[in-house]
C-alpha cells in the first residue's frame, strides 16, 4: 500500500511538473525572442540568441516607437481603476437598496440586472457604440460610464447576494441615533460588505483591463486613447509586413503588469476568482 | 426604516440606472428592434420585417458553419479541460510538495487577456508550422486544434482551482469509510468524491461551455476566420457581418439577436439539467 502511493505520487509529480513546463513556455516564448532580430524569429524561433541573432533592447525601442505602449498601459490603468471604484461604490449602494426596499420596481431591477448577464456583447455592441458616438461617451470618462453599466449586472447580483446576509438590526441602530441612509451606509454597512467588495473589484478590473471589443468599436484606433489590447491588435492588424520582434516586445510588455499584480495579490485574485463563479 | 430609505431611491440608485441604460437597456432594446430593420446608423433605420433574419440563415452568410465550429470547438474544450482540470486538482489534493507552485504557476493564464495570447499561441504555433513551410491560417484544422489549445492553456487553471475547493470540501470520514469497506482508490474516486463534487462540475462545466460558446478576443487574434472564414466562431461572424462589409449591418444584428437566445437558451438548460445531480451536503 505504502509503495503504491508512493509511485502514484511520483508520477503526479511528473506529471505536474510537465504541465508547468507548458503552461510555462510560451511567456518564455516570447521574452526569448523579443531579444532576437526580426528575421531570425522565423527562421530559429526555439533556440536561445546568439551573438548573430541577439539585438538587445531594439525590438523594444522599435515596438514603443509604433505603438505608444507606455501610454496604452497608463490609459489601461486609469479606465480599469476609475470604472472598478465606479462599480464598487453605485452597485453596492444599488443592491442595497433593492434588498432593503421590497417592491415591484426593485424586483423588477434585480431580474434586469441579473437577465444583463446573460446578454454577450454581440448583441448591444453596435447599438451601445452608436449612443456613445451620440452622448459624447468617446474618452476614457466616458469607457468607465459604460464599463459601469455593463458590469452592474454581475456586481449588483454579487453584492445582493451579500447584503441579504447582513443583520437588519444594525442598521436601525444606526438610524435610531440619526443616521440618515447616506451615514448608514457608508458608516455601518459598507464596511461589511468589504469581502465581497474585493472579490467584484478583483472580478472586474481583470474583465476590464484585458477587455478589447467595447475600448476598440467605442474609442477607437485613431485616437491617444488607445488601452493594452486595442494597441496590440492594431501592431498586428495595420502593417501587412509585421515586425514579429516589435510584436514579441510588446506583448512581453503587455503581460509584465499582470503578472506583477497577480503575484502580490495572488491569494484575494484566485480567492476572489472562485466565489465569483460559484455565485455566477 | 424602509419608509426612510425609500425617499432616497435616486441618490442610491440613479448613477447605476443611467450607466445601465447607456450601457444595457437602451442598446439591448434598440438592438432587437434594428434586427428588423435595414440600416446604416441607428437614424436611417427602415424596417423590413424578418428579411434580416431569412438573409441570416441563408447559405453563404457562414452563420450554419459558424455555428457547426463553434459547438464542435465547445464541445471538445469542455471535454478536454474539465478532464485534465479534474485530473490535476486530484493530485494537487493529494499533499504533495510544492502544490502551491504549482497552483500558482497552473492559474496564471488565466489573468492574461485573449488578444494577447491569443497572438502569444499564433506565434508558437506558426513557429512549429514553419518547419513544414505552411502557417495556422493554412488550413482550418491547425486553427481548430490551436483554439482547442489556446483555451485549454488559459482555463485549466481556472476549472482546476474550482475543483480542489469541492474536493477539499468531502468529509474526510467519508472517504475513510468507503477504505473500511474495502472500496479500491477508483471506486472511492467514482462512487465517493465525483458525487460529492456534482456541484463543481456543474459550475465548471457551465463556465467552459458559456467562456468557450462566446469566444470572441481568442479567435480574432489566433486565425481572424482563416481560411476564408472557415475557422470563424459565431461572436466572429457576427462581428464580420457587422464591420466586414457594406450593407449587412441589419442581418448582423439579426445574428446577435439569435446568438444571444441560442445562449439564454443553454445556461437555463444546463442549469436544469446539471442541479438535479448534486449531492445535498
Not at chain 1, 58 to 69: D, F, P, V
Not at chain 1, 251 to 275: D, N
Request: hydrophobic share 55%.
Amino acid at each position: 500500500m505504502g509503495n503504491k502511493k508512493k509511485m502514484i505520487d511520483a508520477i503526479s509529480i511528473v506529471f505536474l511538473l510537465a504541465v508547468a513546463v507548458v503552461i510555462l513556455y510560451p511567456l518564455f516564448f516570447i521574452v526569448n525572442n523579443s531579444f532576437k532580430g526580426k528575421f531570425f524569429i522565423s527562421s530559429d524561433p526555439f533556440g536561445l540568441p546568439t551573438a548573430e541573432t541577439f539585438v538587445g533592447i531594439t525590438n523594444y525601442e522599435n515596438g514603443l516607437m509604433k505603438t505608444g505602449l507606455f501610454s496604452a498601459i497608463g490609459w489601461s490603468f486609469f479606465i480599469t481603476i476609475l470604472s472598478v471604484i465606479l462599480i464598487i461604490v453605485f452597485t453596492s449602494m444599488t443592491a442595497y437598496y433593492i434588498v432593503r426596499v421590497k417592491s415591484k420596481i426593485t424586483s423588477l431591477l434585480y431580474y434586469m440586472f441579473a437577465f444583463s448577464m446573460i446578454v454577450p456583447f454581440q448583441m448591444v455592441m453596435f447599438t451601445m457604440a452608436d449612443l456613445a458616438n451620440i452622448f459624447h461617451l468617446k474618452n476614457p470618462i466616458g469607457m468607465c460610464v459604460l464599463y459601469l453599466g455593463f458590469g452592474a449586472g454581475l456586481a449588483v447580483f454579487m453584492f445582493s447576494g451579500f447584503v441579504k446576509s447582513v443583520p437588519i438590526e444594525i442598521e436601525e441602530a444606526a438610524m435610531i441615533d440619526g443616521c440618515n441612509p447616506l451615514q448608514t451606509y457608508f458608516g455601518v454597512v459598507f464596511p461589511i460588505l468589504k469581502p465581497t467588495a474585493i472579490t467584484v473589484a478583483i472580478l472586474q478590473a481583470m474583465w476590464i483591463w484585458n477587455d478589447f471589443l467595447l475600448p476598440y468599436l467605442v474609442i477607437g484606433i485613431g485616437t491617444q486613447y488607445r488601452t493594452i489590447p486595442v494597441v496590440v491588435q492594431m501592431l498586428v492588424g495595420s502593417n501587412g509586413n509585421k515586425d514579429l520582434g516589435a510584436l514579441m516586445a510588446m506583448l512581453v510588455l503587455s503581460i509584465i503588469p499582470i503578472v506583477i499584480f497577480y503575484l502580490t495579490c495572488q491569494k484575494y485574485i484566485i480567492e476572489g476568482v472562485v466565489a465569483g463563479a460559484v455565485k455566477g | 426604516m424602509q419608509k426612510t430609505l425609500k425617499k432616497y431611491f435616486l441618490v442610491f440608485t440613479a448613477p447605476t440606472l443611467i450607466a445601465f441604460a447607456f450601457a444595457f437597456i437602451v442598446p439591448f432594446i434598440e438592438g432587437i428592434y434594428l434586427s428588423f430593420c435595414k440600416f446604416t446608423t441607428v437614424k436611417n433605420a427602415e424596417w423590413v420585417g424578418l428579411n434580416n433574419y431569412k438573409v441570416a440563415f441563408s447559405s453563404g452568410q457562414g452563420f450554419w458553419e459558424a455555428l457547426g465550429f463553434t459547438s464542435l470547438f465547445t464541445l471538445v474544450s469542455i471535454v478536454s479541460i474539465n478532464l485534465l482540470a479534474f485530473g490535476l486538482a486530484l493530485m494537487l489534493t493529494r499533499k504533495l510538495r510544492g502544490t502551491n507552485i504549482f497552483r500558482t504557476v497552473f492559474f496564471l493564464p488565466n489573468l492574461i487577456g485573449g488578444i494577447v495570447l491569443g497572438y502569444t499561441w499564433q506565434q508558437m504555433i506558426n513557429a512549429v508550422l514553419y518547419k513544414y513551410e505552411t502557417t495556422i491560417v493554412a488550413d482550418a484544422k491547425f486553427g481548430f486544434w490551436g483554439l482547442v489549445i489556446l483555451m485549454n492553456w488559459q482555463m485549466i487553471g481556472y476549472m482546476m482551482i474550482i475543483y480542489i475547493a469541492g474536493l477539499q470540501n468531502v468529509p474526510t470520514e467519508l472517504i475513510e469509510a468507503a477504505k473500511i469497506d474495502g472500496a479500491t482508490a477508483w471506486q472511492t474516486l467514482i462512487k465517493v468524491k465525483l458525487p460529492m463534487v456534482m456541484s463543481s462540475v456543474t459550475i465548471c462545466v457551465f463556465l467552459t461551455l458559456s467562456n468557450s460558446f462566446k469566444l470572441f478576443d481568442q479567435n480574432k487574434a489566433l486565425t481572424d476566420g482563416a481560411p476564408r472564414g472557415k475557422t470563424e466562431m459565431l461572436a466572429l461572424n457576427i462581428y464580420e457581418t457587422f464591420y466586414g462589409r457594406a450593407g449587412y449591418m441589419g442581418v448582423g444584428q439579426a445574428k446577435a439577436v439569435v446568438f444571444f437566445i441560442v445562449v439564454a437558451v443553454i445556461a437555463l438548460l444546463q442549469l436544469k439539467l446539471t442541479g438535479s445531480k448534486e449531492v445535498e451536503q
